[in-house]
């Protein structure tokens, strides 16, 4: 079956240092990955996402993620965390099994605190 | 492009009553999404439909919910009877899934509170 699983329900780190959240996944064939941010009270907006080429994958805000094939991970990092990173963070890959239909199975989220 | 627009963005109801959530998808999406997002559960998907149909509704989560999209630019959720326990925030999500790689784009969400 396939899945995605963020074993991290909460992660804390100080202002200034680097952040990692974990992300594993499970997926028949080639995975399509992503990952959404979410504040408070609004929707998940999308931060980039794996398709194929370069391991390393820059998205918005100064994330990026580094997929593994190997170890079937695709942990979101930031170099150096801002306040403003706390938000509730989601992985996701595309459901190979929908047939282009574009479906996305999301992981259950982990909330990210970044302490002054 | 306005976005995914969801109404209305917040709803209080009593037990019972007719609930009905609104989407309209991004202007040329042709996959759109509803979810559930809870504490308990986190976020779920309740049905999606394809180029207005609807592919899978597995995860609503029994006959009170009913979604429709009469056409490419709307869509609806409706729960009725409404129960306490459907308070959640709602969403709505569209993608351009024939072209784009999976990308999808979320409304703001609207927000039950059954009371």
């Known amino acids: 079956a396939q899945s995605v699983a963020q074993p991290e329900d909460q992660v804390n780190v100080a202002e200034g240092n680097p952040l990692t959240v974990k992300c594993t996944y499970s997926v028949s064939g080639n995975p399509y990955l992503f990952w959404y941010v979410q504040y408070p009270n609004r929707g998940l907006q999308f931060l980039l996402k794996?398709?194929?080429?370069?391991?390393l994958v820059k998205g918005s805000y100064g994330f990026e993620a580094e997929f593994n094939k190997s170890q079937t991970s695709f942990h979101l990092k930031k170099p150096s965390a801002l306040v403003s990173d706390s938000a509730l963070y989601f992985c996701?890959?595309?459901?190979?099994?929908?047939?282009?239909?574009?479906?996305?199975?999301f992981g259950q989220g982990t909330t990210l605190q970044v302490k002054p | 492009d306005a976005g995914v627009i969801q109404s209305p963005r917040h709803e209080v109801t009593e037990m019972g009553q007719e609930v009905t959530l609104r989407c309209k998808p991004i202007s040329g999406h042709n996959s759109l999404f509803w979810y559930r997002q809870t504490m308990m559960r986190g976020l779920e998907l309740l049905i999606y439909?394809?180029?207005?149909?609807?592919?899978?509704d597995s995860g609503m989560p029994e006959d009170r919910f009913s979604a429709k999209m009469p056409n490419a630019s709307f869509s609806t959720l409706k729960i009725q009877p409404s129960e306490p326990r459907d308070s959640a925030v709602y969403f709505c999500?569209?993608?351009?899934?024939?072209?784009?790689?999976?990308?999808?784009?979320f409304g703001e969400g609207s927000r039950l509170t059954v009371l």
């Open positions: 439909f394809n180029n207005n149909v609807p592919i899978d």
């Open positions: 794996y398709i194929t080429g370069d391991n």
């Open positions: 999500a569209s993608s351009r899934s024939r072209v784009d790689t999976g990308e999808l784009f």
């Open positions: 996701a890959v595309r459901d190979t099994s929908s047939s282009n239909t574009g479906k996305l199975i």
